[in-house]
T-cell receptor, first 117, second 110 residues
Framework: ETGVTQTPRHLVMGMTNKKSLKCEQH?????MYWYKQSAKKPLELMFV???????ENNSVPSRFSPECPNSSHLFLHLHTLQPEDSALYLC????????????????FGEGSRLTVL | TQLLEQSPQFLSIQEGENLTVYCNSS?????LQWYRQEPGEGPVLLVT?????EVKKLKRLTFQFGDARKDSSLHITAAQPGDTGLYLC??????????FGTGTRLQVFP
C-alpha cells in the first residue's frame, strides 16, 4: 500500500454508537492531521500530531477523541455524535509541521464519509 | 476570523474554454497552496507560491500570488474534462498553519 489510507470509507452510525476511524500513512512522515470537510464550510483542521504528540486541538468537542500510537497511525474515536457531525473526515500527513515553504505539502487520504442518524 | 474567499463558488464550462478562479483575503500569508480534489478522493497539491507577485505554470494551469501576498488566482487554458474537481486554495500563516479557502467546484463538459 502507498500514500495515506483511511478506513472505513463509509460509516453510518446512530447517536449512541461508538465507532473509530483509522488512518495509516506509508510515507515515513512525522506529522498527521484530522480535517473535517462539510458541504457548506471550508476544510476545518481538527487535530495535529507531530512525532505522535498532539500539537493542536482546534476546539473540537470531546465526543471526538484522537489517538496517535505512532507516527504512522492515527485514529479518531467517535461517541455520542450529533447529526451535524455528518461529514467527510480527511486524514493527512506531512514530512514536517512546516507547511509554509516550497517543500511543505499535505498528503491526504481518500476520507471517511460519516453519516450520523 | 482569517477567511479565504474563493470565487466563483461553482463553474460549469465546455471543454476548450478558459477560466480563472480567485482566492482573496484581507490577511497576509507566508505562502499559498492550491489543491485539487476529485470526487471520492482527498485533495492533491498542485502548486505552492511563496513570493509576492510570483507566477508559476503547470502545463495549462497558471498560478499567481498577489504582490501583497493576500490573494491568488488560478487560470486554466483550454479546460478539459479531466480538470473537473474542487479547487482549494490554502494560505499559510506562520510556518505550520494552513487556512483553507471556501472552494471552487469546476465541471468541464466534453
Amino acid at each position: 500500500e502507498t500514500g495515506v489510507t483511511q478506513t472505513p470509507r463509509h460509516l453510518v452510525m446512530g447517536m449512541t454508537n461508538k465507532k473509530s476511524l483509522k488512518c495509516e500513512q506509508h510515507l515515513g512522515h512525522n506529522a498527521m492531521y484530522w480535517y473535517k470537510q462539510s458541504a457548506k464550510k471550508p476544510l476545518e483542521l481538527m487535530f495535529v500530531y507531530n512525532f505522535k504528540e498532539q500539537t493542536e486541538n482546534n476546539s473540537v468537542p470531546s465526543r471526538f477523541s484522537p489517538e496517535c500510537p505512532n507516527s504512522s497511525h492515527l485514529f479518531l474515536h467517535l461517541h455520542t455524535l450529533q447529526p451535524e457531525d455528518s461529514a467527510l473526515y480527511l486524514c493527512a500527513s506531512s514530512q514536517y509541521l512546516r507547511l509554509a515553504d516550497n517543500t511543505g505539502e499535505l498528503f491526504f487520504g481518500e476520507g471517511s464519509r460519516l453519516t450520523v442518524l | 476570523t482569517q477567511l479565504l474567499e474563493q470565487s466563483p463558488q461553482f463553474l460549469s464550462i465546455q471543454e476548450g474554454e478558459n477560466l480563472t478562479v480567485y482566492c482573496n483575503s484581507s490577511s497576509v500569508f507566508s505562502s499559498l497552496q492550491w489543491y485539487r480534489q476529485e470526487p471520492g478522493e482527498g485533495p492533491v497539491l498542485l502548486v505552492t507560491v511563496v513570493t509576492g507577485g510570483e507566477v508559476k505554470k503547470l502545463k495549462r494551469l497558471t498560478f499567481q500570488f498577489g504582490d501583497a501576498r493576500k490573494d491568488s488566482s488560478l487560470h486554466i487554458t483550454a479546460a478539459q474534462p479531466g480538470d473537473t474537481g474542487l479547487y482549494l486554495c490554502a494560505g499559510a500563516k506562520g510556518t505550520d498553519k494552513l487556512i483553507f479557502g471556501t472552494g471552487t467546484r469546476l465541471q468541464v463538459f466534453p
